[in-house]
């Protein structure tokens, strides 16, 4: 491995860290992972264990979010499936869920954030601690929204997945993508970064290259072209401590035009198929 970048956990410590080039998957590490990880999820502007709307960032989220839930069952919606059995790992408070169970699906998730499920079964919503009380070779879909990022032993992690996902079955991903233009604009203060709660940062080729062992096959790869204005909003404030609206939306929409001809979009959602070979 050899050193990428030098970052810090602007959102809460200030902490600095260092990011690894993997060569072999064109992926990046996080190091040093803290031995205490999940301190670092224990704060209350964590807004992904939340539905806050105290600040405007938080508004701007919550509005975006909910458009973008829509658009992420009608997505799984046009996969070609045998049932609707569809299980989201990393549910949070379990929006995704209930949209796509308004849409006929049988839903099932996994979120290891108490509080994040304590506010789940307000909306009706139970879900499981641990990908090991899921059944296995029982779903059609399986979702990870920007949650790969956050798993410490990912090659087990995705050997887990494999088993509970059906022959033929579409694992979907959203991550961010360190090449894209924000990403190299903002540097180190690019907000996607997150360190240490993200632990590895990928590329398109990561992906491939990290599913091709588990018979997992990318049949398609999509732009989340919200994430390069928010993310942006985000860097702003970390890069200046102030919140540059107009300068967040500038480079936002250069990320995505820019992203018209490299395909390097700030996030990128991934579907996989698994093959029998």
Known sequence: MSRYLTTKDYFNTQEEF????ISELDMLK????????????????YISHT??????????????????????VKLIKKLRT?????????????????????????IHGVEPNHQARIKALTKEITLKESLADIPEDKFDVI?????LEHIPDLESEIKNIQNKLKLNGYLVIAVPNYKSY????????????????????????SIKRLFKPYKLKLVQTKPMLFDSFYVSLLSEKYKSSKN????????????????????????????LKKLNN
């Open 82 to 106: 045998t049932e609707k059995t569809i299980l989201d790992i990393g549910a949070g408070t379990g929006d995704f869920l209930k949209y796509a169970q308004k849409d006929g699906w049988q």
């Open 182 to 205: 924000d990403a190299k604009h903002y540097k180190q203060f690019w907000a996607a970064y997150d360190t240490p709660r993200h632990l590895w940062h990928f590329s398109k080729e």
């Open 244 to 271: 540059n609206y107009l300068m967040a939306f500038l480079i936002g929409l250069v990320s995505n035009l820019k992203g018209i001809l490299s395909k390097e979009y700030s996030s990128h959602i991934y579907i």
């Open 30 to 45: 996080t190091y040093p992972v803290p031995k205490n990880l999940d301190n670092y999820y224990d704060h209350p502007d």
């Open 51 to 72: 539905d806050q709307k105290k600040t405007l960032i938080d508004k701007i989220y919550q509005l975006i979010k909910n458009y973008s839930l829509d658009k992420k």
């Open 18 to 21: 260092h990011l690894e080039y």
């Open 143 to 147: 979702t990870l929204w920007h949650v």
